[in-house]
């Protein structure tokens, strides 16, 4: 009993190096880049003010564990900012062998429940899978929104890119939040062109 | 719709500012205070690695709801440290307000569905609340013993403080934990008195 409890712990306590990865993103109130840790804490707020956008087929329950987790590779393997470079083929690497170390932390039953809901999360093939992706390219946009521009000043970034590395990912799980972020994404460009 | 969307969307920019409230925990490594926001990312972790410490009426994914929501007034109220001193029935009077507040953000039928879960934390009388309870008591002791004492030392804290302030409540939904816990803090008091 002990030694699986060390385990566990032993886990834990190297799940909490995740709120010392920095993500591009700002705080809303832009005083700092937000870290991994709580941008995750964050989604699964999202998931569950934002369950009536999930369609008839998602787990909302299942779409909250896979946010806690959908992140823990981040440990050895870093964040990739959305409008950075790197190579996709090389980071799915890198990141699985931080899955190998990370959940073989666990007891062995542990890690054999929850490494497959961090599959799922990556494959992005089940409609819960596809929501929990949604939420995730959603919420940097919302606290770009409020930040005044964010990681879209910093990467110089452009509407058109905004479409195609987030909004086709966004409409895929959740339309109508593209919808909804899409106009007030022109808008702040527009605005932003007038001044 | 986009009234909705908007409200649903100001209530989780609000709730942004958890990334700012400061609590008496370190992290692991002892280089920084632990926010709110990654304190409770961290909880739902520890529910779903811990899963295996809850009794038979306990819902794990409920639990997770729990400990997602179960911070959120600390924007309004703040932390108040396990060991710090403060008037308990004055600090539930700022919460429920805080409460009012927070989930007054949201439209009516999701505050409706939020908020009792919240409440059931407070109250700790069903066997998840109580489960999480313990779980929100088990993790600052795993930080301290990892961060060489963290706010142990700052305040002062002796052995019978920790179980009186947090062993009991850990016992109340995870007896296996206190002991586990309790085991390692008395070999942490012991080394600390021999140096
Ligand atoms: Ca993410």
């Known amino acids: 009993m002990t030694e699986r409890l060390e385990q566990q712990i032993a886990f834990l306590n190297e799940a909490d190096k995740l709120k010392s990865v920095s993500r591009a993103t700002r705080l ?7 870290n991994t840790a709580e941008h995750s804490w964050h989604l699964t707020l999202y998931a569950l003010v ?8 998602v787990d909302i329950g299942h779409v909250i564990k896979m946010l806690i987790l959908h992140d823990l590779v981040e440990i050895d393997a870093g964040d990739n900012p959305i409008f950075g470079t790197f190579d996709g083929t090389e980071v799915e690497a890198q990141e ?4 190998d170390r990370i959940f073989g932390l666990l007891p062995r039953d542990i890690a054999e429940r ?31 929104l409020a930040s005044g521009g964010g990681s879209w000043t910093d990467y110089n970034v452009t509407e058109q890119m905004i479409d195609e590395r987030v909004g086709r990912k966004i409409n895929i799980g959740a339309p109508a939040l593209w919808t909804f972020a899409r106009a007030k994404i022109r808008a702040f460009f527009a605005a932003r062109r007038n001044t």
């Open 28 to 34: 809303c109130d832009g005083s700092r880049f937000e």
């Open 50 to 57: 934002l369950s009536d956008q999930a369609g008839p087929d």
């Open 96 to 99: 699985k062998v931080a899955a």
């Open 114 to 144: 929850l490494r497959p809901v961090w599959e799922e999360f990556e494959a992005a093939q089940t409609p819960s899978a596809r929501f929990a992706k949604s939420l995730d390219r959603f919420q940097p946009p919302m606290q770009n």
